[in-house]
Every structure is written in structure tokens, then in C-alpha cells.
T-cell receptor, first 112, second 116 residues
Framework: QKEVEQDPGPLSVPEGAIVSLNCTYSNSAFQYFMWYRQYSRKGPELLMYTYSSGNKEDGRFTAQVDKSSKYISLFIRDSQPSDSATYLC????????????FGTGTRLTIIP | KAGVTQTPRYLIKTRGQQVTLSCSPI?????VSWYQQTPGQGLQFLFE???????NKGNFPGRFSGRQFSNSRSEMNVSTLELGDSALYLCASSPTGSGGHQETQYFGPGTRLLVL
């Protein structure tokens, strides 16, 4: 069993919809949780970074962490065609963000 | 400021050959990490270098090796290539790799390796 599980999709939603992306994990030592966005033929770029349980909001993006359930989510409000990409969750037990453990990524398409 | 650059962008090799990939980090960044990305396994950590020393290592066989130069540029080498080594190899840099949102890893575009 992988340490981090993520539904690979693909996920297609109409423009303006709320998107929910999720990951589950098995390692209770994970404390730092990240979401990356990867466009085709590009490297991943960091979207959100949270520590321990709770919510964090940044514009149209909200990250949630529930450590008791070992479950993290990324919500995208008012989705735009430019949000079409692969979204990767990543996590780390330590303060340093090297040696991240990634999910396999969810491919998201926003339909105009 | 220029981003992380990786060369070459695409590479085709045959089984048994070896390959060297190069990564130039963002100017001033001293930590360089390498990842392998495949559709089935996703992104997997290979190793991290800081100040010319390997500081962290993932669970890959010894055929995968790397090094870092005094200007923080890094290379990774894969010897005796296998079909399963076909993947996108990503390099990421950060100032010191010591953590926190301030230490965001910036990824390069990757080198796509195809082993035939």
C-alpha cells in the first residue's frame, strides 16, 4: 500500500463549479501538507502549504487537513479553464521540505 | 531571476546504456533535489544535495547516483538502463532545503527519458 493515495481521475467539471480534490495517507508522522499544480510539459509549482490540521485559504483555493482521518483536501471555487492541470498532494514529517512524499496526481479539466 | 533549468529536455536510450542529466538551480539556491515521475508511481524522491554533499536519499537502487558541483549545479546518472527507468526526471531547488513555506521548492521542466 502506498503511503499517499490520490484518485488519478480524470476529473472534468464545468467552468464556475467548485472542485474538490482529495488525498489520504497512512503515515501519522506527516505534519506538513502541500498541494502542487502541474501543467502539461511543466514542472510542479507549489499552490498551498499547511501545517497540521485545519483550513487555509488563498484566493479561490482552500486547503483542509484532517489528521485524525488522515485526509487532506483542496477546494477550488469559481473554477476557470486555466485551472486545468494535474494536482499533486505532497507531505513531509519534518520541517524541511526536501524528501517529499507525493500522491500520483489528479488530472483536472475545466470545461468552458 | 531565471528558473530551474534542466538539460536535455528529451532523451532516448537503449537498455544497458547509461545517461547523465543536468540541473542548474535558481541562482543562490544551494539545495537541489531529484525526483522520478511515472504515471503509475507518481513523483518519487531520488536524492537531495546541499553544498556538494548528498543529504537525503530515497529508495532507489545504486544504479541511480548524483553529484553537485561547487556552483550548486547538479547531475544525476543512471547506469545500466532498464525499460522501467523511462520517466520524467524532475529537479527542484530551494535556498537551503531547511524547511517552511519560505523554502519552497522550485521545479524545473524535467528531462523526459525513454528507454527502448
Amino acid at each position: 500500500q502506498k503511503e499517499v493515495e490520490q484518485d488519478p481521475g480524470p476529473l472534468s467539471v464545468p467552468e464556475g463549479a467548485i472542485v474538490s480534490l482529495n488525498c489520504t495517507y497512512s503515515n501519522s508522522a506527516f505534519q506538513y501538507f502541500m498541494w502542487y499544480r502541474q501543467y502539461s510539459r511543466k514542472g510542479p509549482e507549489l499552490l498551498m502549504y499547511t501545517y497540521s490540521s485545519g483550513n487555509k485559504e488563498d484566493g479561490r483555493f482552500t486547503a483542509q487537513v484532517d489528521k485524525s482521518s488522515k485526509y487532506i483536501s483542496l477546494f477550488i471555487r469559481d473554477s476557470q479553464p486555466s485551472d486545468s492541470a494535474t494536482y499533486l498532494c505532497a507531505m513531509n514529517p519534518n520541517f524541511g521540505n526536501e524528501k517529499l512524499t507525493f500522491g500520483t496526481g489528479t488530472r483536472l479539466t475545466i470545461i468552458p | 531571476k531565471a528558473g530551474v533549468t534542466q538539460t536535455p529536455r528529451y532523451l532516448i536510450k537503449t537498455r544497458g546504456q547509461q545517461v547523465t542529466l543536468s540541473c542548474s538551480p535558481i541562482s543562490g539556491h544551494r539545495s537541489v533535489s531529484w525526483y522520478q515521475q511515472t504515471p503509475g508511481q507518481g513523483l518519487q524522491f531520488l536524492f537531495e544535495y546541499f553544498s556538494e554533499t548528498q543529504r537525503n536519499k530515497g529508495n532507489f537502487p545504486g544504479r541511480f547516483s548524483g553529484r553537485q558541483f561547487s556552483n550548486s549545479r547538479s547531475e544525476m546518472n543512471v547506469s545500466t538502463l532498464e525499460l522501467g527507468d523511462s520517466a520524467l526526471y524532475l529537479c527542484a531547488s530551494s535556498p537551503t532545503g531547511s524547511g517552511g513555506h519560505q523554502e519552497t521548492q522550485y521545479f524545473g521542466p524535467g528531462t523526459r527519458l525513454l528507454v527502448l
